[in-house]
């Protein structure tokens, strides 16, 4: 079964992405576990016929009683008709650029984002059912009209939203945030107090010792050998401020290949020897 890379498949210019999309999605027999590939979070307002979505970790299924905002990612999904001839759903997809711009102007309230789930069910109510007519009368517009449009409609929407679920739904947003890390900086952060040397954190990287350093340097605007051997030292005082750890227990587990060699850099780090701490 092939893979379906949504919304690229609904777009005829599939150069870049819009930041808002619509999409009106209709079929005439049913549609058994889709593998989706979904690029932009989505939410799912289902008209007739009943959709159910696999994800990783479970499986969701809704008429047209609810709505669905989806994260974005890998997920299955069948779309089944009921009695009547025709399933149909409209999609309205946001990047993570536009949710950006919402958020920061409208949670001010400093929070830290949770792991999202892989999506949020929203109970239909004239409110819903009335927004989608305007949605779909302002599809009409010129296009640059249109998209000023649809700009407001999507704000519009969420400070429904958050009005009728409060925080938890502000919450689901902001965890909608993905936190971009790099390959390098993966195995950087998970060895930051290993015993590993540069060499094979590099290997690790699947990089050469000159490539591993100079991207170390943009990512961290440090050199690796000082940043490690500050964060290592810094581990070691804290270690050996527990009465129950002296040198001999920790200078191999931070990369140090004698006791000599990390007593003169705790020294010269923090100006007493170790054994002092």
Not at 44 to 61: D, I, M, P, R, Y
Request: glycine letters at 2%; aromatic letters at 12%.
């Amino acid at each position: 079964m092939e893979i379906e890379s949504i919304p690229e498949s609904y777009i005829k210019n599939q150069e870049s992405l819009p930041d808002l999309f619509v999409y009106d999605f209709k079929m005439t027999e049913d549609s058994i576990k889709t593998k989706v590939n979904l690029n932009m979070h989505m939410f799912s307002f289902l008209q007739t016929g009943k959709k159910q979505v696999h994800f990783a970790e479970t499986t969701v299924l809704v008429d047209n009683s609810q709505s669905l905002l989806i994260k974005k990612g890998n997920c299955l999904w069948s779309e089944l008709l009921e009695t009547e001839e025709l399933y149909y759903c409209k999609l309205l997809f946001f990047s993570e650029k536009q949710l950006k711009e919402f958020l920061q102007r409208h949670i001010k309230e400093e929070r830290k984002s949770q792991d999202a789930p892989s999506y949020f069910t929203i109970e239909n109510d004239s409110y819903i059912n009335s927004y989608l007519n305007s949605l779909s009368t302002i599809m009409t517009a010129p296009v640059a009209f249109m998209n000023t449009l649809l700009t407001v409609k999507y704000e519009e929407l969420l400070l429904y939203l958050i009005n009728k679920y409060g925080v938890m739904f502000e919450n689901y947003l902001l965890s909608l945030i993905t936190e971009e890390v790099s390959p390098l900086k993966k195995v950087i952060e998970k060895n930051t107090y290993t015993s590993l040397s540069l060499e094979e954190l590099a290997f690790l990287c699947n990089m050469s010792l000159s490539t591993f350093k100079r991207h170390f340097i943009r990512e961290y605007d440090e050199s690796p050998g000082k940043w490690f051997r500050d964060k290592r030292l810094l581990k070691a005082k804290e270690l050996l401020e527990d009465k129950n750890t002296v040198p001999s227990d920790v200078y191999l587990d931070l990369g140090y290949n004698n006791l000599s060699n990390f007593s003169s850099a705790f020294k010269s780090k923090f100006g007493v020897n170790p054994s002092e701490i």
